[in-house]
């Protein structure tokens, strides 16, 4: 039993390592220049409580096109748009885009100062846009945005997506609405078990001018607990010049591909096009196989002849009782007192099996069992023979697609002019920080160094202050096959415990009780009662039987009388000369004591 517990916190210790608990808290220990003091005892410790870290803004030595921080509770009256419009095809009590926003520190802000965009909303429709501090031309350079977001009080069925929004003469953002143009729309959206990551791009057909949306694939891996797990994510899109793109969640690759390959529908039509005008000809035949038509049915082939037939060689079992039925009326049933006849028709008692049925073979008529008709042949049928006019599955003739073209450099989109959020959520709280549009692999690094990593360590200090169940529940959330580990090294314990500590059920047998009180020195009361007998025994002058009772006394009653020993031998036999006085029967002799080694 003592490997198994050794077994357990090695594995417990294992888990915490593994989880990042003991590195996390190594981090802030040094962070903080903290010195180690000796170890208090156990039952004096108290809590740990991490200082909140100071948030501290990030420093750019490049303006993007698209840096926000929210380090300002004024700055959604200062640069953000709330959007007047309303959305069409909706019901005029929720059509109006009347969601509160608010730029405020959150509840549970890892960081002190740390101010973010928060939706303050339920079931109402949200937008709000900010131009860029320049126009986004896709003339060469990656296109890169990011940004963060943190479901507070999780996530019931909503969007955290964002708009980037097209290049428009006289654009005016307090008009943005769900059908303003867009350029790319990326981002978390989740309602019930439905769990996306959408990037779409709106491709602009180059013979046509038509607008087309393009969807990228979806992701291979799990996207759940980014919904669930309550810690701020952070979501990166990079569009590359040679039309190749990457989805990355908390700096981890999940989707990648190409935009001429992997969207869908594809952003090049097909060349060639099915004929609509083509039509199968009448005698065109696609029948592989035909029946043999020189086939004829043979003259002894009888068709007529049953499957089945009944076998004259079966013989009635002995005992088959030809006059009892199988089932019988209920002898015991009454007809029920709320039975009305007129109503519910005549009563009939319900049927039983016929006990005398049951050692017999059977009962009723007994009737011969069928057998396979051995002439059974079934209905003639021509075999079949492949078609010598066979011409194969009929198709329409290809011919040259008209609306064909082939636009070889996708990612050169339509021009970026603003970034907004356009929304509806059945869930309030959700935290939205550090937006950032460029085309500088180095300074989307650099931002992201100095924003959602820092925010990442802090929060993950905070979980580890809070205790080891904390941290336990939080790992159980992002890899719920750990659930199963909890219950092995849990619950395992405590039935073993159970079982161990628990009596045994069933009667009691004598032959226990026995076996028990021949292992232990306790007194019992069987013993008792017969040292009461042998002092009888020795008062009524059975001396001789002194030997014989002490041999019958229990190893209790041995070391009760080794307690008495200190007693001297004159008072026993003063006691015993007083009561052979009063008494009147004969005086007791005193006895030495033995010893329990004796």
Known sequence: MRGYWKFLSVLLISLLVWNGVVADFEDEVDEDDGVVEDEPDVSEQEPVILEKSRYEPPEMPAKPYLAETFDGADVLKRSWIKSQAKKDDVEEDIAKYDGKWSVEEPKDSALEGDLGLLLKSKAKHHAVSKKLNKVFDFSGNPFIVSYEVKYQNGIDCGGAYIKLLSKQNNADLKSFHDKTPYTIMFGPDKCGLDHKLHFIFRHKNPKTGEIEEKHAK??????????????????TLVVNPDNSFEILVDNKVINSGNLLQDMSPPVNPPKEIDDPNDKKPSDWDEREK????????????????????????????????????ALIPDPDAGKPDDWDDEMDGEWEAPLIDNPKCKDAPGCGEWTRPNMPNPLYRGKWKPEMIDNPDYKGEWK?????????????????????????LELWSMTDEIVFDNFIVTDDKD???????????????????????QGIWSTLMSSAEERPWLY???????????????????P???????????????????????????????????????????????TKKSKAALEKEEEEEEVSQEEDMAEGDTEGKDSGSPRRSPRKRKTRKD
């Open 396 to 420: 329409p003739r290809k011919i040259t697609n008209p609306d064909f073209f082939e636009d070889k450099s996708p990612y050169k989109m339509t021009p970026i002019e603003a970034l907004g």
């Open 504 to 550: 045994r059920s069933g009667p009691i047998k004598q032959e226990d009780l026995d076996a028990a009180r021949k292992k232990t020195d306790e007194a019992s009361p069987d013993d008792e009662k017969t040292e009461d007998k042998e002092d009888e025994g020795v008062d009524e002058g059975a001396g001789g039987d002194n030997l014989t009772t002490e």
């Open 443 to 465: 300074v989307h690094s650099r931002w992201v160094e100095q924003t959602w990593e820092r925010k990442s360590v802090a929060e993950a200090s905070k979980g580890a202050g």
């Open 218 to 235: 979806k992701p291979s891996g799990n996207l759940d607990s980014f919904f669930s797990d309550k810690k701020t994510h952070l979501y």
């Open 290 to 325: 035909i029946p043999d038509p020189d086939a004829k049915k043979p003259d002894d082939w009888d068709e007529d002849e049953p499957m089945e037939v009944p076998d004259e060689e079966a013989k009635k079992p002995e005992g088959w009782l030809d006059d009892e039925e």
């Open 484 to 502: 199963a580990v909890y219950i092995v090294v849990f619950l395992l314990p405590i039935v073993l415990l159970s079982i161990c500590l628990c």
